[in-house]
């Protein structure tokens, strides 16, 4: 069998300007945010996983509720960096990797098949790209594994892409979704009822 293309939900982050864990904030359905953002990504591709702060915490029960495992970042109050290589060191085995945010429940699951179907198809990087803006989620083939695993702390991956973003292929998109990171309770309040639902997919 092919080696797949694996989505890491990054789900450890510490909701600072929200003014509580904003991961399990209920959307209008009622839905928490992170499971939501879960739903989405586990649609979309047949292997996901999440990084969690918290083993025991209750974003983990959650995500394992919804059938997706969880991996442990102990480190996770130092930044993302971390948490990417942590997914993607329980994901080796991979084709390549789609970068997916816990607060990002929106993004159509259509277009992160269309990313994914990018990698497979042997694209380095992959992004959507909305109002002439790069979304999320963001993807990398195989050969990042090394770089990706050695990111540490605050250092994301936005460094490879700048190193790299000759390679980098961007998709077309009219969804908002892939903009709409809710990082404060006015951000949520903002989100248009159903979050700009599924959405045309170009490119």
Not at 129 to 147: E, M, N
């Amino acid at each position: 069998m092919n080696a797949p293309i694996v989505g890491i939900l990054l789900a450890a982050g510490r909701s600072r300007r929200f003014g509580g864990d904003k991961l399990l904030h209920p959307l209008a359905d009622g839905t928490p945010l992170v499971v939501a953002s879960a739903r989405r990504l586990q649609a979309a591709l047949t292997r996901t996983l999440a990084v969690v702060a918290d083993g025991e915490g209750e974003v983990a029960r959650l995500l394992r509720a919804e059938g997706m495992p969880v991996v442990v970042n102990a480190r996770a109050h130092r930044g993302m960096g971390g948490s990417i290589a942590c997914g993607v060191q329980a994901a080796r085995d991979a084709a390549g990797w789609l970068i997916a945010l816990g607060d990002m429940p929106y993004v159509a699951p259509a277009l992160v098949r269309q990313l994914a179907a990018r990698l497979a198809a042997g694209a380095d990087l992959v992004a959507p790209r909305c109002q002439g803006r790069r979304g999320h989620p963001v993807g990398f083939a195989a050969r990042h594994a090394p770089a990706l695993s050695r990111l540490c702390d605050d250092e994301g991956a936005r460094g490879l892409l700048t190193t790299d973003g000759a390679s980098l292929v961007t998709v077309e998109t009219d969804n908002p979704g892939v903009l709409m990171d809710i990082d404060t309770p006015e951000a949520l309040r903002a989100v248009p009822v159903g979050g700009g639902g599924p959405a045309r997919v170009q490119g």
